[in-house]
């Protein structure tokens, strides 16, 4: 079968996804971009490169996932072709899956490498790891304090969907970089909003991997406007 399969993703979500963007400080789909520009440098050039061959492989374990769900479904009749159009895809199933698990290695070797040499951001005497970046710029988007009403366990939801845990928020807090409205209670949601040390922070400092450029700022440059605070 040639077609490709109904609800077969266009682009796949990988395990390292979250990671990789809270390792360079921003999304999968503004890295792809910056890497077509030429504005990375060569380990996180390295990096986009491995995880779009990971994408794709994800793709084909799902694509062939898919065909085996349809071969079994009842949607053709059972006779000796079928029983060989499901031994073919189950060979292709596992070779897909090799392929991927290969290309899931490159990308975490590739990472791990950018991970090591990620600097930290150094703003009035405040040292930031690349994840505590990301979480910084995730909460620059609009971000809440949550209480969940059934296990009492707390959690930053941001506006993106991504959740930060209360130990990278209290990090951000006694660092003076962010700060909560405590007259909300914490299971309506708290909003957490940048200070003027995190705007500053967010504002003076280029994540990891985007090459320094001579010519003014362009829309999707690094690093964006930080929208203003709400109160």
């Given at each position: 079968?040639?077609?490709?399969?109904?609800?077969a993703?266009?682009?796949?979500?990988?395990?390292?996804?979250?990671?990789i963007?809270?390792?360079?400080?921003?999304?999968?789909d503004?890295?792809?971009?910056?890497?077509d520009?030429?504005?990375?440098?060569?380990?996180?050039?390295?990096l986009?490169e491995?995880?779009?061959?990971?994408?794709?492989?994800v793709?084909?374990v799902?694509?062939?996932?898919?065909?085996?769900g349809?071969?079994a479904?009842?949607?053709?009749?059972?006779?000796q072709?079928?029983?060989?159009?499901i031994?073919?895809?189950?060979h292709?199933?596992?070779?897909a899956?090799?392929?991927?698990?290969?290309?899931?290695r490159?990308?975490?070797?590739?990472?791990?490498?950018?991970?090591?040499?990620?600097p930290r951001?150094?703003?009035?005497?405040?040292?930031?790891?690349?994840?505590?970046f990301?979480?910084?710029?995730?909460?620059a988007?609009?971000?809440?304090?949550?209480?969940?009403?059934?296990?009492?366990?707390?959690?930053?939801?941001?506006?993106?969907?991504?959740?930060?845990?209360?130990?990278?928020?209290?990090?951000?807090?006694?660092?003076?970089?962010?700060?909560?409205?405590?007259?909300?209670?914490?299971?309506?949601g708290?909003?957490?909003?940048l200070?003027?040390?995190?705007?500053?922070?967010?504002?003076?400092?280029?994540?990891a991997?985007?090459?320094a450029?001579?010519?003014?700022?362009?829309?999707g440059?690094?690093?964006?406007?930080?929208p203003?605070?709400?109160?």
């Open positions: 079968m040639s077609s490709r399969p109904p609800g993703p266009l682009k796949a979500l990988t395990d390292l996804d979250h990671r963007e809270a390792a360079v400080g921003r999304s999968i503004t890295l792809w971009k910056q890497c520009r030429g504005l990375l440098d060569e380990p996180h050039t390295r986009v491995a995880h779009r061959a990971l994408v794709q492989a793709t084909g799902t694509f062939y996932r898919t065909l085996l349809r071969l479904g009842g949607e053709f009749p059972v006779d072709a079928l029983f060989e159009r031994d073919r895809a189950v292709q199933l596992e070779e899956a090799g392929a991927r698990d290969e290309r899931q490159a990308t975490l070797s590739a990472l791990e490498s950018v991970e090591a040499d990620a951001a150094d703003v009035a005497g405040v040292e930031l790891s690349a994840r505590d990301a979480a910084l710029l995730a909460i988007r609009g971000a809440h304090l949550r209480e969940h009403l059934l296990t009492g366990q707390l959690s930053v939801v941001t506006a993106s969907g991504t959740r930060i845990p209360p130990s990278v928020l209290d990090r951000l807090e006694r660092s003076g970089l962010v700060e909560r409205d405590t007259a909300h209670p914490v299971i309506a708290q909003p957490v909003t200070t003027d040390a995190g705007r500053t922070t967010l504002t003076s400092r280029r994540p991997g985007v090459a450029t001579a010519s003014s700022p362009r829309a440059a690094w690093p964006p406007t930080s203003r605070a709400r109160k």
